[in-house]
T-cell receptor, first 115, second 114 residues
């Protein structure tokens, strides 16, 4: 399996500010994914980040609000910009390994609270 | 429309008891179904992956079943422990035009009481 770490694990932020979440994987992976999990809800895909190309965003998510970087095969960042209380969620990154039947492994998540 | 429905939404059982969680899906085409366990404040962790041809798969005290004809899966937990308290999520990956997409159920929140 993969070891995935995220920083920070949690944060409390003020409305209007931005937070950058880091995701580090212990193996090189082509595809990394960013999810949002609102309280009591299932995971919602924000975007897919492939190294060397622009991230692909899902309907309802835009690059200006959630810019993503993917500088190499083991690291990615997600920024939540101009935050509002509605952005309070858990944000998770995940990776997919084709050699393990396309199984996805998830990071521990970043719990974000916006006041 | 590709959907994954789980029941019950929440469940409380006493330590040592067994329980069964349900997952019904409409995702098509189908390749495999995954059960994840998500502890509070943690990311989901894979319990089992069941392919189209598998009917039953066990992982310790967890046993998953799959009926691809009725598009139903269940996760049976035997001799529950306090550490089983978590959300259990049924996940199905897309294929064809939806390759790379995961379809998530909302999860069943299991609480095990001593």
């Amino acid at each position: 399996s993969a070891v995935i770490s995220q920083k920070p694990s949690r944060d409390i932020c003020q409305r209007g500010t931005s937070l950058t979440i880091q995701c580090q994987v212990d193996s090189q992976v082509t595809m990394m994914f960013w999810y949002r999990q609102q309280p009591g809800q299932s995971l919602t895909l924000i975007a897919t980040a492939n190294q060397g190309s622009e991230a692909t965003y899902e309907s309802g998510f835009v690059i200006d609000k959630f810019p993503i970087s993917r500088p190499n095969l083991t690291f990615s960042t997600l920024t939540v910009s101009n935050m509002s209380p509605e952005d309070s969620s858990i944000y998770l990154c995940s990776v997919e390994f084709t050699r393990w039947g396309n199984e996805q492994f998830f990071g521990p998540g970043t719990r974000l609270t916006v006041l | 429309k590709n959907q994954v429905e789980q029941s019950p939404q929440s469940l409380i059982i006493l330590e040592g008891k067994n329980c069964t969680l349900q997952c019904n899906y409409t995702v098509s085409p189908f390749s495999n179904l995954r059960w994840y366990k998500q502890d509070t404040g943690r990311g989901p962790v894979s319990l089992t992956i069941m392919t189209f041809s598998e009917n039953t798969k066990s992982n310790g005290r967890y046993t998953a079943t799959l009926d691809a004809d009725t598009k139903q899966s269940s996760l049976h937990i035997t001799a529950s422990q306090l550490s089983d308290s978590a959300s259990y999520i049924c996940v199905i990956p897309g294929r064809g035009s939806t390759l790379g997409r995961l379809y998530f159920g909302r999860g069943t929140q299991l609480t095990v009481w001593p």
